[in-house]
């Protein structure tokens, strides 16, 4: 087990005034307040930064910094920590001075440009051992000098090799984790996707899955069953749910195959402790913990698995001011800390407000690869994205065939793509076998020997591996053709497992893209307000996003009204308040509306509450229902708004019904209330109002009902919740 | 979501048995609905033979021991049992202290589940989809019949894609000849055999023994009656004796490609055979279920399906049907105000509304449902077929509960009288509250939805978990269920 160095014993210099870093480009000169700003101007312009008023305005602004970073000293770096909204340094920066201090003293006096070119005449081991000698801050720097070819040729010197039951990042591999994921959680369906996943050769990495719910029950018992399929199958690889931290150590201590140790890390100590609620004592315990008390402890040398993402940090608000590329830096720098078996980087997840498009993905991916294994990290990649970005699969097929030129250690395993529970697409078992038969790569040697085995793969007279008669088939796992079906008929967007070649068949594809087709569309729609008022009398409001373009790409906009709308709407006093609005999905609000206005309606009536006139919010966000409460003083809105759609047409037009109780005072933070600090709005959520799901006549008797509960018992959310399991 | 527990207890002409198992209960991404998974067998009896006492009837004391054996090695206590069902099948529900049977396994286990006698429907519909509904499932366009041969009667269903179409019963089983084991010496004749030797001018009773020949008459009429059935060759039974063999006429429809499947001991005994074991001695059951098997597997016409298909649970098909699909889960909307009024056990169907329905034939349901002393059932049809629609328009549900508010508004319906509206779309929560009036009318009303809406003469619910209830129908009617 690795010693951890003690935070108080890591030597960081005493933060310093910023400085001014300026340079004259034709006659005009152009000045950078500080590290954060010359850092943040020297990145390829992405949303995340623009947003935050990091970016560059000018490529001429942009190579401007870059000239300046790249005369910028390593040692002037490390003497210029970068500090929190307080002006402190923080947890995760301090981690990031833990590094090997005789790789640094090689690289101190050099300057950033000069560092990137010794990177690229050095040979593979000499940049990996300099690697550890940086911080993620100098690491993000050098990242901002180099262009795609250097992203990519540097990267792929490094070997950074990991060991659980298998040899992970080994030259000439590339393996996979399985992400199995199902929207309840569903066993049947998780069952599915493992065998789907190993038919294809994928798993050799990790079997991993994303639960619905955290607890600790829901969580053993998933661990229980993974590990089940693990020694039904055979297949030698490991296993893990990645739930919060808190929840997988509970598991542990009951007993639960905790094998691998997850947890999502951000690149600021605010982020981490707020919003994941981790720090770096809980981390060390966990590694600990996993190491000297899981079932891989004397087996396997690294336990901990780390995901990690550019963006999270500005989403959240808790980026001190530090751009994407280097706050992402950062967080590798805390997971190289715990010498990781596995760290996988999602950027494009989180949506437009971070990267808008496939070429601000692409750029991010081959960064973050880069960043992370010259820290040190055995870096997995994820190039991913959400349907209400301008990212397409084709962008990120192009983002996965680079960081596969690049030598990424292992993609996810996603069957068609589709995550099925967090509506985003990913790589697939498809993608990861053709970039191995692309870039001549195999899985992890154990693996591939089970694999020849059950027939997956073959070896050819000439000895080489090719696709076995057993490859892509995940019925060989199953008992019987029956047993097979009902795995099936658990799983959702199953739209078959025909294969031509390496990729998917025709067929398939043609199903995986018309959903995803119609999915961006239902984004872009824009309501249609006259049809719309033919079901309600609804009055019009609009919010600060005054485009869908704005509207998708800063979500804080479409959380506040217009100004004109905010001085038309008046105090009204009533008990309840509809409000309608397109969310991330007009075609949900058109799809449901004819049958669940009239319901409601009805039910409003009927139970006699006091309603004010309908609104229709156009552009709005969930949180737009606090402001319309406040101005209208209702007690409680029926915020009814479309959801962000995934790879199932039908589920694009799927709505969610928020109803915001507003608190007549505020509660203070504690068990009872809802999220951290003193809450004035309570929220109980119905979702899934689609004709696939709860249909939107049903909702409607559904919601009145709810309704009733809070006005009951004045209060929504967890404390509705406690109050309706008492009175049972 | 929760574990639940289930139980399966047959009681057959033969033999019974009972089997406990435990199920997660698992919404499914795709349909949306709760569902039983993971069903896991905890205990398994023996089976035994069906105590009898004097003159054929149940020695129910003996039952009884038995039965408080099961449950304790089952660990069963009555009030975590969500489903399953216990049965009395073939000549055992026609014994004269059937009834008393029942009660028995009421007491014991109060209404966590059905129990009932003489449902060869409900039998025919259960042993189907224990033995094949997973293969139905995987082949959805091959028609299966299945036929469950047991001591007393043959329950045959036909069925498609995991759906059963339609049922009937014959009294052609193992134990209508009871012999002294190793011989064909007669032992006892149910009166069916009677009046088959009487027939057959076969002039034997107890104490005779049956010649070769006359075991093969008693064979051949069995097997013809069999096959008759499977080919709708309905001519065939139309003489007096093979009328009497009829318990519920089966109505075999054209298919184009047909599937039989075998299940009850006689199935059980066919598919050892298949698998390449050894027959048993000669009647060493004390019947002509040996018999009947061996003559079922030289026939070329059987023998083509033996080989093709072999379910699953051939000789417990109907406590695994039971166990597995005698209970049904509603939709987790379903309009209960008052959870405290379930369970409900032994609720008449007393008939169905639609949109169709004129409002004195609406009326008319209310009213009997306000005369049944235990309350009662009333089926709604909203959409027009099963699985058109997922809900049936907001006007729809509007009119019908609007409807449904008026008459039980105009027959003054008392609050306490229980009344369950059941629909097989999923609207139960918002037809509940038009059918109140939207709270106004103090209805003791349940609504449960997205079941099975069968043609049954009594419906039992269960206690609410994780918001959904168990259904079980019984006294299953008709020929499409």
């Keep these: 087990?690795?010693?951890?160095?003690?935070?108080?014993?890591?030597?960081?210099?005493?933060?310093?005034?910023?400085?001014?870093?300026?340079?004259?480009?034709?006659?005009?000169?152009?000045?950078?307040?500080?590290?954060?700003?010359?850092?943040?101007?020297?990145?390829?312009?992405?949303?995340?930064?623009?947003?935050?008023?990091?970016?560059?305005?000018?490529?001429?602004?942009?190579?401007?910094?870059?000239?300046?970073?790249?005369?910028?000293?390593?040692?002037?770096l490390y003497e210029h920590p970068l500090t929190d909204d307080q002006g402190r340094v923080d947890s995760v920066m301090r981690v990031n001075y833990d590094v090997d201090r005789e790789a640094f003293a090689a690289v101190a006096p050099m300057t950033l440009g000069q560092l990137k070119d010794c990177l690229l005449r050095s040979p593979?081991?000499?940049?990996?051992?300099?690697?550890?000698?940086?911080?993620?801050?100098?690491?993000?720097?050098?990242?901002?000098l180099c262009d795609v070819h250097e992203l990519i040729y540097i990267a792929r010197k490094i070997s950074r090799p990991s060991k659980a039951r298998t040899l992970l990042g080994s030259p000439g591999t590339l393996s996979s984790r399985i992400q199995p994921n199902h929207p309840t959680d569903d066993l049947r369906g998780v069952?599915?996707?493992?065998?789907?996943?190993?038919?294809?050769?994928?798993?050799?990495?990790?079997?991993?899955?994303?639960?619905?719910?955290?607890?600790?029950?829901?969580?053993?018992?998933?661990?229980?069953?993974?590990?089940?399929?693990?020694?039904?199958?055979?297949?030698?690889?490991?296993?893990?749910?990645?739930?919060?931290?808190?929840?997988?150590?509970?598991?542990?201590?009951?007993?639960?195959?905790?094998?691998?140790?997850?947890?999502?890390?951000?690149?600021?100590?605010?982020?981490?402790?707020?919003?994941?609620?981790?720090?770096?004592?809980?981390l060390d315990e966990g590694y600990r913990t996993v190491a000297r008390e899981g079932p891989l402890a004397g087996l396997a040398e690294q336990f901990m698995y780390f995901e990690t993402g550019q963006g999270s940090e500005f989403t959240y608000g808790k980026h001190n001011g530090i751009d994407m590329t280097t706050t992402e830096a950062l967080t590798y720098g805390l997971a190289r800390r715990y010498d990781p078996y596995m760290v996988n980087n999602v950027t494009g997840f989180i949506g437009p407000e971070t990267h808008k498009d496939s070429f601000e993905m692409v750029l991010a991916n081959l960064q973050d690869h880069f960043m992370g294994k010259l820290l040190g990290l055995p870096m997995g990649m994820a190039p991913c994205y959400t349907l209400h970005s301008d990212i397409t699969l084709e962008g990120q097929q192009m983002a996965s065939e680079l960081v596969a030129a690049a030598g990424a250690n292992y993609y996810m395993d996603v069957c068609l793509n589709i995550d099925r529970m967090?509506?985003?697409?990913?790589?697939?078992?498809?993608?990861?076998?053709?970039?191995?038969?692309?870039?001549?790569?195999?899985?992890?040697?154990?693996?591939?020997?089970?694999?020849?085995?059950?027939?997956?793969?073959?070896?050819?007279?000439?000895?080489?591996?090719?696709?076995?008669?057993?490859?892509?088939?995940?019925?060989?796992?199953?008992?019987?053709?029956?047993?097979?079906q009902e795995l099936v008929s658990a799983t959702p967007a199953s739209y078959g497992f025909a294969s031509a070649g390496p990729r998917p068949a025709d067929k398939v594809s043609r199903l995986v893209k018309i959903?995803?087709?119609?999915?961006?569309?239902?984004?872009?729609?824009?309501?249609?307000?006259?049809?719309?008022?033919?079901?309600?009398?609804?009055?019009?409001?609009?919010?600060?996003?005054?485009?869908?373009?704005?509207?998708?790409?800063?979500?804080?906009?479409?959380?506040?009204?217009?100004?004109?709308?905010?001085?038309?709407?008046?105090?009204?006093?009533?008990?309840?308040?509809?409000?309608?609005?397109?969310?991330?999905?007009?075609?949900?609000?058109?799809?449901?509306?004819?049958?669940?206005?009239?319901?409601?309606?009805?039910?409003?009536?009927?139970?006699?509450?006091?309603?004010?006139?309908?609104?229709?919010?156009?552009?709005?966000?969930?949180?737009?229902?606090?402001?319309?409460?406040?101005?209208?003083?209702?007690?409680?809105?029926?915020?009814?708004?479309?959801?962000?759609p995934g790879g199932d047409a039908q589920a694009s037009r799927s709505l969610s019904a928020y109803l915001v109780y507003r608190l007549g005072k505020p509660l203070a933070s504690g068990p009872q209330s809802n999220g951290s600090g003193a809450a004035r709005f309570e929220y109980t959520v119905i979702s899934n109002i689609y004709s696939g799901g709860l249909p939107p006549t049903e909702a409607g008797g559904v919601i009145v009902e709810r309704v009733g509960d809070i006005l009951k018992h004045k209060a929504a959310g967890n404390r509705l919740e406690a109050a309706l399991k008492a009175n049972a | 979501m929760s574990s639940v527990k289930l139980v399966g207890l047959d009681f057959g002409t033969t033999t019974s048995c009972a089997v406990v198992a435990s199920a997660q209960m698992t919404r499914s991404a795709v349909s949306g609905r709760v569902e039983l998974t993971?069903?896991?067998?905890?205990?398994?009896?023996?089976?035994?033979?069906?105590?009898?006492?004097?003159?054929?009837?149940?020695?129910?004391?003996?039952?009884?021991?038995?039965?408080?054996?099961?449950?304790?090695?089952?660990?069963?206590?009555?009030?975590?049992?969500?489903?399953?069902?216990?049965l009395l099948t073939g000549l055992t529900a026609q014994s004269a202290n059937a009834a008393a049977l029942v009660e028995l396994i009421r007491r014991r286990l109060g209404d966590a589940l059905v129990a009932t006698a003489d449902d060869p429907c409900l039998e025919s519909w259960l042993a189907f989809m224990g033995t094949c509904a997973g293969l139905s499932r995987s082949r959805p366009n091959l028609a299966i019949l299945n036929l469950d041969i047991g001591g007393g009667t043959t329950n045959i269903a036909l069925g498609r894609a995991g759906e059963v179409e339609r049922t009937g019963c014959l009294f052609v089983g193992a134990r209508h000849v009871q012999v002294v084991p190793g011989t064909y010496r007669i032992a006892r004749l149910s009166r069916y055999a009677a009046a088959l030797l009487e027939h057959l001018g076969i002039r034997k009773g107890p104490e005779d023994a049956l010649s070769r020949a006359e075991v093969d008459?008693?064979?051949?009429?069995?097997?013809?009656?069999?096959?008759?059935?499977?080919?709708?060759?309905?001519?065939?039974?139309?003489?007096?004796?093979?009328?009497?063999?009829?318990?519920?006429?089966?109505?075999?429809?054209?298919?184009?490609?047909?599937?039989?499947?075998?299940?009850?001991?006689?199935?059980?005994?066919?598919?050892?055979?298949?698998?390449?074991?050894?027959?048993?001695?000669?009647?060493?059951?004390?019947?002509?279920g040996i018999d009947l098997a061996q003559r079922l597997a030289q026939a070329p016409f059987w023998r083509t399906h033996l080989a093709h298909f072999q379910p699953a649970s051939a000789g417990r098909a109907t406590v695994y049907g039971l166990l597995r699909h005698g209970t049904e889960i509603s939709g987790s909307t379903l309009y209960?105000?008052?959870?405290?009024?379930?369970?409900?056990?032994?609720?008449?169907?007393?008939?169905?509304?639609?949109?169709?329905?004129?409002?004195?034939?609406?009326?008319?349901?209310?009213?009997?449902?306000?005369?049944?002393?235990?309350?009662?059932?009333?089926?709604?049809?909203?959409?027009?077929?099963?699985?058109?629609?997922?809900?049936?328009?907001?006007?729809?549900?509007?009119?019908?509960?609007?409807?449904?508010?008026?008459?039980?508004?105009?027959?003054?319906?008392?609050?306490?009288?229980?009344?369950?509206?059941?629909?097989?779309?999923?609207?139960?929560?918002?037809?509940?509250?038009?059918?109140?009036?939207?709270?106004?009318?103090?209805?003791?009303?349940?609504?449960?939805?997205?079941?099975?809406?069968?043609?049954?003469?009594?419906?039992?619910?269960?206690?609410?978990?994780?918001?959904?209830?168990?259904?079980?129908?019984?006294?299953?009617?008709?020929?499409?269920?």
């Excluded at chain 1, 300099?130 to 990242?143: E, F, Y």
């Excluded at chain 1, 307000?529 to 998708?552: G, N």
């Design chain 1, 1 to 76: 087990v690795k010693t951890l160095t003690p935070l108080a014993a890591i030597p960081v210099p005493e933060p310093k005034p910023e400085e001014a870093y300026r340079t004259r480009v034709a006659d005009r000169e152009i000045t950078f307040r500080g590290l954060k700003s010359l850092l943040g101007a020297a990145d390829y312009s992405k949303a995340g930064d623009r947003n935050a008023g990091l970016a560059a305005a000018s490529e001429t602004v942009r190579e401007a910094a870059r000239g300046i970073l790249s005369g910028l000293t390593l040692q002037h």
């Design chain 1, 124 to 144: 593979g081991a000499e940049v990996a051992r300099l690697g550890r000698g940086l911080t993620g801050v100098m690491a993000a720097a050098v990242a901002k």
């Design chain 1, 191 to 282: 069952s599915l996707l493992c065998y789907w996943g190993l038919s294809v050769g994928g798993g050799d990495a990790l079997i991993g899955l994303n639960p619905a719910v955290d607890t600790v029950d829901n969580v053993a018992a998933i661990l229980r069953h993974l590990d089940a399929l693990r020694r039904r199958t055979g297949a030698p690889t490991q296993i893990c749910v990645l739930a919060h931290i808190k929840t997988q150590l509970a598991c542990l201590k009951r007993g639960a195959p905790v094998e691998i140790l997850f947890q999502s890390l951000a690149g600021t100590e605010r982020t981490n402790l707020l919003e994941f609620d981790i720090n770096v004592d809980l």
């Design chain 1, 422 to 484: 967090l509506a985003y697409f990913d790589t697939s078992g498809h993608d990861n076998q053709t970039l191995r038969e692309v870039y001549g790569r195999l899985p992890a040697p154990e693996f591939l020997d089970w694999a020849l085995e059950r027939g997956i793969y073959t070896k050819n007279a000439a000895g080489a591996v090719e696709r076995g008669p057993n490859w892509g088939n995940p019925s060989q796992f199953c008992d019987s053709n029956a047993e097979f």
């Design chain 1, 515 to 644: 959903n995803q087709g119609i999915g961006r569309e239902a984004i872009h729609a824009e309501l249609r307000i006259e049809e719309l008022r033919r079901i309600a009398p609804f009055r019009l409001v609009t919010t600060q996003a005054t485009s869908k373009d704005a509207h998708l790409g800063s979500p804080d906009l479409g959380a506040h009204l217009s100004p004109e709308s905010r001085a038309e709407l008046r105090p009204e006093h009533k008990q309840v308040q509809i409000v309608v609005s397109d969310g991330l999905s007009a075609e949900a609000v058109h799809h449901n509306m004819k049958d669940l206005m009239p319901v409601l309606q009805d039910g409003l009536a009927g139970r006699g509450w006091s309603c004010g006139q309908p609104i229709l919010a156009r552009h709005g966000r969930v949180k737009l229902a606090e402001e319309i409460a406040d101005v209208t003083d209702a007690e409680l809105i029926i915020y009814l708004i479309g959801e962000r």
């Design chain 2, 38 to 86: 993971e069903i896991t067998e905890d205990y398994r009896s023996e089976m035994i033979f069906t105590p009898l006492g004097a003159h054929g009837s149940l020695d129910v004391r003996s039952i009884e021991t038995h039965l408080d054996s099961w449950l304790k090695a089952g660990t069963v206590r009555p009030d975590e049992v969500f489903g399953g069902g216990a």
């Design chain 2, 217 to 288: 008459a008693v064979l051949d009429f069995y097997c013809g009656l069999l096959e008759a059935t499977v080919l709708g060759q309905s001519e065939k039974l139309a003489d007096p004796v093979a009328h009497l063999h009829e318990q519920v006429r089966f109505r075999m429809r054209p298919v184009a490609e047909l599937a039989v499947t075998f299940s009850g001991g006689v199935g059980e005994l066919l598919y050892a055979h298949v698998q390449g074991k050894p027959w048993p001695a000669t009647t060493s059951f004390g019947d002509l």
């Design chain 2, 336 to 481: 209960l105000p008052t959870p405290n009024v379930l369970p409900l056990p032994d609720l008449p169907i007393l008939g169905t509304v639609s949109p169709d329905s004129t409002d004195e034939e609406v009326q008319t349901i209310v009213n009997l449902v306000l005369r049944s002393r235990r309350g009662g059932c009333i089926r709604v049809e909203l959409s027009p077929e099963a699985g058109q629609a997922a809900s049936p328009p907001a006007a729809a549900l509007r009119e019908m509960g609007g409807r449904l508010a008026g008459a039980f508004k105009s027959s003054c319906f008392p609050p306490g009288h229980p009344v369950v509206l059941l629909l097989r779309d999923n609207a139960g929560k918002t037809l509940g509250h038009y059918a109140t009036a939207w709270g106004a009318l103090p209805l003791s009303l349940v609504v449960v939805d997205e079941v099975a809406v069968r043609d049954a003469q009594y419906l039992h619910i269960g206690r609410p978990r994780d918001q959904v209830v168990p259904v079980s129908y019984y006294g299953l009617l008709g020929e499409t269920l």
